[in-house]
């Protein structure tokens, strides 16, 4: 995997501990040192900072997602940064997951093994051909789902059902066009539905 961040003390904890935990990792300072070390090597997954020189997390999470080889790969955001749009920003342009520092190893440790466990599942029901793919949320995370319109440049719905309560997020070309749930929408109801774990999930692709 691939940690990028601007600061050394972190570079070097996240190193450290992510190798103590069986991990194989290449570090960078920045956006622009992290692109020349993907060129060399994709990484099964990246754990980026977003407040760096020369070129920021967003904008580096942005050129992961937009080069065929890389947009695969999934993507944590660890950083400073915790405000509600912060987060919104993250999650639109492609990230599995924001956390924020301080953050303890066991919750850094958790996040990654379960988003390793999710892109597992979710290649898996990439390779359906069905326009129709329906599921269950303690299988595979909203983000997960979220990316395979993102990685199959889909156009089309994620219907999102708790109990009484349904939701959906709306996919045009690939980006996200609107999201609902109940009174809330936009913004507010996209991140009450990322929260979700479990419940049932819906894929509508309206084109192969």
């Not at 949320?137 to 089309?156: K, N």
Request: hydrophobic share 40%; aromatic share 8%; glycine share 8%.
């Amino acid at each position: 995997m691939l940690v990028v961040d601007d600061e050394p003390l972190v570079r070097q904890t996240l190193e450290l501990e992510l190798k103590r935990a069986g991990y194989e990792v290449m570090i960078a300072a920045d956006g622009k040192e992290a692109l020349l070390a993907i060129q060399k090597k994709v990484p099964d997954l990246i754990i980026s900072d977003i407040m760096m020189p020369t070129l920021d997390g967003y904008a580096f999470c942005r050129k992961v997602k937009d080069n065929p080889r890389t947009r695969t790969v999934p993507f944590l955001f660890l950083t400073a940064k915790s405000s509600q749009e912060d987060r919104i920003k993250g999650y639109l342009l492609g990230a599995h997951r924001y956390i924020t520092k301080p953050t303890s190893k066991q919750d850094l440790l958790r996040a990654v093994d379960i988003r390793l466990k999710d892109a597992s599942l979710a290649q898996g029901l990439m390779r359906q051909k069905s326009r129709l793919i329906k599921g269950d949320l303690t299988t595979v995370s909203v983000l997960s789902l979220m990316e395979f319109f993102y990685v199959g440049r889909w156009t089309g719905k994620l219907t999102l059902s708790k109990g009484e309560e349904q939701g959906e997020i709306v996919f045009k070309d690939a980006e996200v066009a609107g999201a609902r749930l109940g009174r809330l929408h936009g913004e507010q109801a996209l991140e009450h539905l990322l929260a979700w774990d479990d419940g049932r999930f819906q894929i509508d692709r309206y084109s192969l």
